[in-house]
């Protein structure tokens, strides 16, 4: 069993920062490629920032410049540094992260609960 707990979500004004962490726990062997995504209401899911097990990084184009994904395997934890927050930030935030729970086991996609993120005067 694998978990994924998100937390660093809450209410923020426009212009300022929230630093998101996701730390996943349970049978782990290793952990491939972490990601963050959200979903704003009535919209879809979208990609915001990944990371491979190398650390190379993948970032959506309406966050480039202002987010920073990084993970300390060391913690299973992957984190997203967000600053310059705008009005169009706002949504539940999903981390996931690719696993696999014995050497010869495939990754398994993972899902957090979410975590929200609101920005707003």
């Known amino acids: 069993q694998v978990q994924l707990v998100e937390s660093g979500g809450g209410l923020v004004q426009p212009g300022g920062w929230l630093r998101l962490s996701c730390t996943v726990s349970g049978s782990i062997f290793s952990i491939n490629d972490m990601g963050w995504y959200r979903q704003a209401p009535g919209k879809q899911r979208e990609l915001v920032a990944t990371?491979?097990?190398?650390?190379?990084?993948n970032y959506a184009d309406s966050v480039k410049g202002r987010f920073a994904i990084s993970r300390d395997d060391a913690k299973n934890t992957v984190y997203l540094q967000m600053n310059s927050l705008k009005p169009d930030d706002t949504a539940v935030y999903y981390c996931?992260?690719?696993?696999?729970?014995?050497?010869?086991?495939?990754?398994?996609?993972?899902w957090g609960q979410g975590t929200q993120v609101t920005v707003s005067t």
């Open positions: 990371i491979t097990g190398g650390g190379s990084t």
């Open positions: 996931n992260a690719d696993v696999r729970a014995r050497m010869r086991s495939p990754a398994v996609t993972y």
